[in-house]
């Protein structure tokens, strides 16, 4: 495993900052599933797996993800703690704002909890990416096949999404416009949320002698 080493001094600050993408991202699917236009590709695919499997959205999304983080690594992409982390805490916080996201109703507002999941999601991809832990599973492969390829991030994702969502869809997930929407618009999202934040994803990680 292509294990990044663990920069104990700003360990702390760093799982806070995580803990904020994670939430932000566990909030940009909940509006996805309450936009009830159609969810994000891995979520397609994931709630098809909710037809076979008694479990929550959250939880399928953690089975999904460690899936993803064995192809991640058979890429030889490197992961670190926040990889792992990521697996767990996305789910746990989609089904805590499930709790609370109500379905949206009408169509301007089904369109504005749409929007907020792409740009929520973006802004919390590059927020946990930055903090140069490890990026999450999914994309994890993402900058695998980005990095494997010589194509853009934007592009990598695009392909990816639209690989998944007919997966998902042959299994019986829930799929609409905004799923189209999505796919098109997440990559886009996240490169110019890396641009704004001014994330390095391949940046090497810097680690103080005796931090590890």
């Known amino acids: 495993m292509m294990l990044k080493p663990v920069n104990w001094r700003t360990f702390p600050r760093d799982f806070a900052v995580i803990q904020i993408g994670f939430a932000l991202f566990g909030a940009s699917i909940a509006f996805l599933i309450r936009s009830g236009l ?26 999904v993800g460690f899936v993803v983080l064995l192809i991640a690594l058979l890429l030889r992409e490197p992961v670190g703690w926040g990889t792992l982390v990521n697996i767990i805490f996305i789910g746990l916080w989609e089904d805590f704002f499930l709790r609370f996201i109500h379905p949206a109703r009408g169509l301007p507002l089904q369109a504005l909890f749409l929007a907020l999941g792409v740009a929520v999601m973006g802004v919390a991809t590059a927020v946990y990416i930055g903090v140069n832990a490890g990026a999450g599973p999914r994309d994890s492969l993402m900058l695998a096949v980005a990095r494997t390829t010589g194509r853009s991030v934007r592009l990598a994702r695009t ?14 997930g829930p799929i609409g416009i905004g799923t189209l929407l999505f796919a098109l618009s997440i990559g886009p999202a996240v490169q110019t949320a890396f641009r704004l934040f001014k994330v390095k994803p391949h940046a090497p ?3 103080p002698v005796g931090a590890d």
Not at 38 to 60: D, H, M, R
Not at 159 to 168: M, Q
């Open 38 to 63: 159609g969810t994000s590709p891995w979520v397609v695919f994931e709630v098809a797996l909710l037809k076979y499997i008694p479990i929550t959205p959250g939880q399928a999304g953690i089975l």
């Open 159 to 172: 392909f990816i999404e639209i690989i998944v969502v007919t997966t998902g869809w042959l299994l019986g």
């Open 205 to 207: 990680v810097v680690v």
